[in-house]
């Protein structure tokens, strides 16, 4: 069983992972032929639930391409979408909050923002609370892009849309389950 769901994580990511040509289009190729992953080098997770962890982890990698298409569009890094799609027109947000969201650095976020403020996007306040703490919130600019950002992520990368309707549908459900879990 377990060197089945292995073949299956080095099918699929050898399957799906792409090239991305600058043009929004996407030519899929097998990786093997250039990268090639070896079923030795590749860890076997123990339980379904590793293994459903690596095959979403492929997944998103996978996908990676696909999302610097869609930041692109909108002249912005993938860094900058997921920032956007984290702030709000009318609750601030502090820098070091967002740091976390991101994963990053304070002073990652405040190159980050200042080119976003410089775009008109996000806005810096002082804080409430603490004057010395800085707040974001979106601009009317930044909540509309965020907006048109999040209508175009509705159309699903290769990974998902490839997808039957049923599995769609199921992967859904999955991962609504796996949200009301925390």
């Avoid at 299956?8 to 093997?32: D, K, M, P, R, V």
Wanted: glycine share 4%; charged share 20%; aromatic share 10%.
């Amino acid at each position: 069983m377990k060197l089945y769901l292995a073949k299956q994580i080095l099918y699929i990511t050898n399957y799906l992972e792409g090239q991305y040509t600058g043009h929004g289009t996407f030519f899929w190729y097998y990786a093997s032929v250039t990268n090639p992953l070896k079923l030795d080098e590749l860890p076997i997770p123990d339980s379904p639930g590793g293994m459903a962890w690596e095959l979403m982890y492929q997944v998103f990698k996978a996908s990676k391409p696909y999302m610097e298409t869609v930041a692109n569009a909108f002249d912005l890094t993938f860094q900058q979408v997921y920032a956007l799609r984290n702030l709000s027109t009318e609750r601030p947000l502090a820098m070091s909050e967002l740091a976390t969201l991101l994963g990053c650095d304070a002073s990652n976020v405040t190159s980050l923002v200042d080119k976003l403020e410089s775009r008109g996007l996000v806005e810096r306040r002082a804080a409430d609370r603490d004057r010395r703490i800085k707040a974001l919130l979106l601009t009317a600019a930044g909540g509309e892009l965020k907006r048109r950002i999040h209508e175009r992520m509705q159309n699903p990368p290769p990974t998902i849309a490839n997808l039957s309707l049923a599995d769609q549908t199921a992967l859904c459900a999955i991962f609504n389950r796996a949200l009301d879990s925390l």
